[in-house]
């Protein structure tokens, strides 16, 4: 799917702002919005709110924050009859997580899925002069959505039952419209959408798919917008000599633009190639060693929704880390941060919103609760298959992107794994035009001896917290745990790279001792030493993305302590002593060649 530009054919008109703001019935899964059809007028009592951003903070009280099920959007737009002459488009970057569109009472479309972006054309919805657009969302999540997660019934005193969440994913589960809001206008013949490959000798591959007649051209032009290479025809490709390559922190960016009848548009691309062999993750034919972090699309305030300064500050904190990569764990983070990570050269492993994806993830790893196995159960599968058809139709041009994580901790040990997974591996590798690498993060209880997917990967991406979930408070057991199963890989999977994606301790901010104990900044330090100690010795170990770049929300739990506190930097990204620790480590390992 093509993101929203400005061109020479094309306007784009942000409805971005406050907008009006409605909380359904708390906890009545199907909401008294639908029977009393509030879309067919304009919405009584509201409240403000503010388009993008999760609703969750903007707002006091417990009622409002920890809202479950439907709450409602609205904005009123004054449209210019010039717009209408074109094909109109309205897109929703997200909604968390299940959306309903109304435009002036009229349902326009539907969407399950908070993290990527969809659209329905409006020209027969809207009018010349005044229009009402609302927008009903659900932020339930069970099991058939992803991210999965359960609910449980409460009987109240009064005999009223009602649901609370329950198993759900470690992190606040914000919502709203928490992404950008456009119209945008396309001329009725147009581009509907890019693929770009390239090679390291500057041969670009494209593929264009258009509506209606008419002929197609491109040129590519460089990053001072000077013309390099031209072509014509759908599917064919184009020669850039003496090409300069997107390299990890240097993200050299091309432009593609396309012409077709009186449509114009202009996608960025980099040159650069990405593959896994013999051991290695080798971009532009170089192994290549990520440092980096698994991070939140999380600030104070505006919660997951669009933080552009945020971005920026961040990926300048990763830079000041000298860190090269990151996981969008564990969902696809907004095309705005891919954008900018593609220009700032930052490595993405990109990752759909399949997390939770587990039924008995307490039992697993601590007997509590009952064993299930998911893969009898589970119903997610048609939402998982979507998630991955929509994230590779957004991402699948960025160069920042060299892999694809299907999933965060499934139920990866369970018999099934391997069948319900590597259906999804092929759809993937189907989709992809560059055929990235792909993997499946697995957690601490899938271990060599019984991991169902370890062999479908490209990559072993493993969450593991040797010194904390395990030999919590006894660092000096880690060695030898980590090494047995270090070894077992070794043995299982002999030539199959290994990237620890999650690795941590909870570290408040603030706590000191000179003996290091837990949740102390000393203990961070020590936990990690402890670590990288057994991982350097591994030659196939390719990379170290500790969890998690910084503090972040979560539900409440006696685990948890005003949230999650492994961060690297604090949620406001002050940094804790571990990030002088990395700072450092990382000035002495290389990019490239790291491990030869
Ligand atoms: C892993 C999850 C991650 C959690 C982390 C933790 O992938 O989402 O936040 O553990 O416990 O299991 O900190």
Same mark, same amino acid.
């Given at each position: 799917?093509?993101?929203?530009?400005?061109?020479?054919?094309?306007?784009?008109?942000?409805?971005?702002?406050?907008?009006?703001?409605?909380?359904?019935?708390?906890?009545?899964?199907?909401?008294?919005?639908?029977?009393?059809?509030?879309?067919?007028?304009?919405?009584?009592?509201?409240?403000?709110?503010?388009?993008?951003?999760?609703?969750?903070?903007?707002?006091?009280?417990?009622?409002?924050?920890?809202?479950?099920?439907?709450?409602?959007?609205?904005?009123?737009?004054?449209?210019?009859?010039?717009?209408?002459?074109?094909?109109?488009?309205?897109?929703?970057?997200?909604?968390?997580?299940?959306?309903?569109?109304?435009?002036?009472?009229?349902?326009?479309?539907?969407?399950?899925?908070?993290?990527?972006?969809?659209?329905?054309?409006?020209?027969?919805?809207?009018?010349?002069?005044?229009?009402?657009?609302?927008?009903?969302?659900?932020?339930?999540?069970?099991?058939?959505?992803?991210?999965?997660?359960?609910?449980?019934?409460?009987?109240?005193?009064?005999?009223?039952?009602?649901?609370?969440?329950?198993?759900?994913?470690?992190?606040?589960?914000?919502?709203?419209?928490?992404?950008?809001?456009?119209?945008?206008?396309?001329?009725?013949?147009?581009?509907?959408?890019?693929?770009?490959?390239?090679?390291?000798?500057?041969?670009?591959?494209?593929?264009?798919?258009?509506?209606?007649? !008419?002929?197609?051209?491109? *040129? +590519?032009?460089?990053?001072?917008?000077?013309?390099?290479? #031209?072509?014509?025809? =759908? %599917? $064919?490709?184009?020669?850039?000599?003496?090409?300069?390559?997107?390299?990890?922190?240097?993200?050299?960016?091309?432009?593609?633009?396309?012409?077709?009848?009186?449509?114009?548009?202009?996608?960025?691309?980099?040159?650069?190639?990405?593959?896994?062999?013999?051991?290695?993750?080798?971009?532009?034919?170089?192994?290549?060693?990520?440092?980096?972090?698994?991070?939140?699309?999380?600030?104070?305030?505006? !919660?997951?929704?669009?933080? *552009? +300064?945020?971005?920026?500050?961040?990926?300048?904190?990763? #830079?000041?880390?000298? =860190? %090269? $990569?990151?996981?969008?764990?564990?969902?696809?983070?907004?095309?705005?941060?891919?954008?900018?990570?593609?220009?700032?050269?930052?490595?993405?492993?990109?990752?759909?919103?399949?997390?939770?994806?587990?039924?008995?993830?307490?039992?697993?790893?601590?007997?509590?609760?009952?064993?299930?196995?998911?893969?009898?159960?589970?119903?997610?599968?048609?939402?998982?298959?979507?998630?991955?058809?929509?994230?590779?139709?957004?991402?699948?041009?960025?160069?920042?992107?060299?892999?694809?994580?299907?999933?965060?901790?499934?139920?990866?040990?369970?018999?099934?794994?391997?069948?319900?997974?590597?259906?999804?591996?092929?759809?993937?590798?189907?989709?992809?035009?560059?055929?990235?690498?792909?993997?499946?993060?697995?957690?601490?209880?899938?271990?060599?001896?019984?991991?169902?997917?370890?062999?479908?990967?490209?990559?072993?991406?493993?969450?593991?917290?040797?010194?904390?979930?395990?030999?919590?408070?006894?660092?000096?057991?880690?060695?030898?745990?980590?090494?047995?199963?270090?070894?077992?890989?070794?043995?299982?999977?002999?030539?199959?790279?290994?990237?620890?994606?999650?690795?941590?301790?909870?570290?408040?901010?603030?706590?000191?001792?000179?003996?290091?104990?837990?949740?102390?900044?000393?203990?961070?330090?020590?936990?990690?030493?402890?670590?990288?100690?057994?991982?350097?010795?591994?030659?196939?170990?390719?990379?170290?993305?500790?969890?998690?770049?910084?503090?972040?929300?979560?539900?409440?739990?006696?685990?948890?302590?005003?949230?999650?506190?492994?961060?690297?930097?604090?949620?406001?990204?002050?940094?804790?002593?571990?990030?002088?620790?990395?700072?450092?480590?990382?000035?002495?390992?290389?990019?490239?060649?790291?491990?030869?």
């Amino acid at each position: 799917m093509l993101y929203p530009i400005m061109s020479e054919s094309r306007q784009v008109i942000s409805l971005n702002g406050v907008w009006n703001f409605k909380l359904d019935e708390n906890q009545n899964l199907d909401g008294v919005g639908f029977t009393e059809k509030w879309y067919e007028k304009k919405l009584e009592n509201t409240m403000n709110i503010v388009v993008p951003a999760s609703f969750n903070d903007l707002h006091e009280g417990k009622e409002y924050r920890d809202h479950v099920g439907w709450v409602w959007y609205e904005t009123e737009i004054s449209v210019h009859k010039n717009l209408l002459e074109e094909r109109l488009m309205l897109r929703l970057d997200a909604a968390t997580h299940t959306a309903k569109v109304y435009i002036n009472g009229k349902f326009a479309t539907e969407h399950k899925g908070g993290f990527v972006p969809f659209e329905v054309q409006v020209n027969d919805f809207i009018n010349v002069g005044k229009n009402r657009i609302t927008v009903a969302i659900n932020n339930v999540l069970d099991w058939t959505t992803i991210p999965a997660g359960g609910y449980k019934d409460i009987t109240l005193p009064d005999g009223k039952v009602i649901k609370i969440p329950s198993g759900m994913p470690d992190f606040f589960n914000y919502a709203g419209l928490q992404r950008s809001v456009r119209l945008y206008t396309t001329p009725k013949e147009y581009i509907k959408d890019i693929e770009i490959v390239s090679q390291i000798d500057g041969t670009i591959n494209y593929n264009i798919r258009t509506e209606g007649k !008419g002929d197609i051209s491109v *040129e +590519a032009l460089d990053e001072s917008g000077k013309f390099v290479a #031209k072509g014509s025809g =759908a %599917n $064919s490709s184009i020669k850039v000599d003496n090409p300069i390559l997107w390299q990890p922190c240097e993200g050299y960016m091309y432009t593609l633009k396309v012409a077709f009848g009186s449509d114009v548009y202009e996608e960025p691309f980099g040159i650069r190639t990405v593959e896994v062999k013999d051991g290695k993750f080798l971009i532009n034919n170089k192994p290549f060693y990520f440092k980096g972090f698994g991070k939140h699309e999380d600030a104070p305030v505006s !919660g997951r929704g669009l933080n *552009e +300064a945020m971005y920026l500050k961040d990926f300048s904190l990763m #830079k000041w880390i000298n =860190a %090269n $990569s990151f996981r969008t764990s564990h969902y696809p983070y907004s095309e705005e941060l891919m954008r900018l990570a593609d220009k700032e050269g930052i490595v993405v492993i990109d990752e759909c919103a399949a997390v939770g994806v587990h039924m008995s993830f307490g039992f697993s790893l601590i007997g509590g609760g009952e064993k299930i196995n998911t893969w009898e159960k589970i119903q997610t599968m048609p939402q998982h298959k979507q998630a991955i058809e929509e994230l590779v139709a957004r991402d699948k041009n960025h160069p920042c992107v060299v892999m694809w994580s299907l999933s965060n901790e499934s139920a990866t040990e369970d018999e099934g794994a391997k069948e319900y997974h590597q259906e999804l591996f092929n759809l993937a590798r189907k989709l992809d035009p560059q055929k990235r690498p792909i993997t499946i993060v697995t957690h601490m209880m899938s271990m060599p001896s019984n991991c169902q997917i370890a062999d479908i990967v490209d990559v072993l991406c493993l969450n593991r917290y040797y010194g904390w979930y395990v030999q919590s408070g006894e660092l000096w057991q880690v060695e030898a745990a980590l090494k047995s199963e270090m070894d077992g890989w070794s043995k299982r999977c002999p030539n199959k790279p290994i990237i620890f994606t999650e690795y941590g301790a909870d570290t408040v901010a603030g706590f000191h001792d000179s003996t290091p104990v837990m949740f102390s900044e000393e203990y961070q330090v020590e936990y990690y030493k402890a670590n990288h100690a057994v991982l350097e010795k591994y030659p196939t170990f390719i990379g170290e993305q500790p969890w998690n770049f910084a503090d972040f929300a979560t539900s409440q739990g006696i685990f948890r302590v005003q949230g999650n506190k492994k961060g690297v930097f604090t949620r406001d990204r002050k940094p804790k002593l571990v990030a002088h620790y990395f700072k450092e480590r990382w000035s002495k390992i290389p990019n490239f060649d790291y491990k030869k």
